[in-house]
Nanobody, 113 residues
């Protein structure tokens, strides 16, 4: 059974930083492309960043230069380092195995102004 477990969310002031983690089990992690999505209150879920099995990355324009996605294949974990946070970054953040309907339970990020 494949499982994704996110952690690291919380309440932070604008300009602050958070690091999200997503631990993956039940699948050969090193071979999969992972993504971080977010869903602001009342809005649709959107892709924030993705990282391929070879480490290539892509970012939404709204987070370029502020967020960094990375992975540790030895720990079966993908990370999202979020710097210079803005109130507009407030959302539930979810990790996903790209191309599947496999999601974690999400972790909440709240950025106060």
């Amino acid at each position: 059974q494949v499982q994704l477990v996110e952690s690291g969310g919380g309440l932070v002031q604008a300009g602050g930083s958070l690091r999200l983690s997503c631990a993956v089990s039940g699948i050969i992690f090193s071979s999969i492309t992972m993504g971080w999505y977010r869903q602001p209150p009342g809005k649709q879920r959107e892709l924030v960043a993705r990282i391929t099995s070879t480490g290539s990355t892509n970012y939404a324009d709204s987070v370029k230069g502020r967020f960094t996605i990375s992975r540790d294949n030895a720990k079966n974990t993908v990370y999202l380092q979020m710097n210079s946070l803005k109130p507009d970054d407030t959302a539930g953040y979810f990790c996903n195995i790209i191309g599947t309907y496999i999601w974690g339970q999400g972790t909440q990020v709240i950025v106060s102004s």
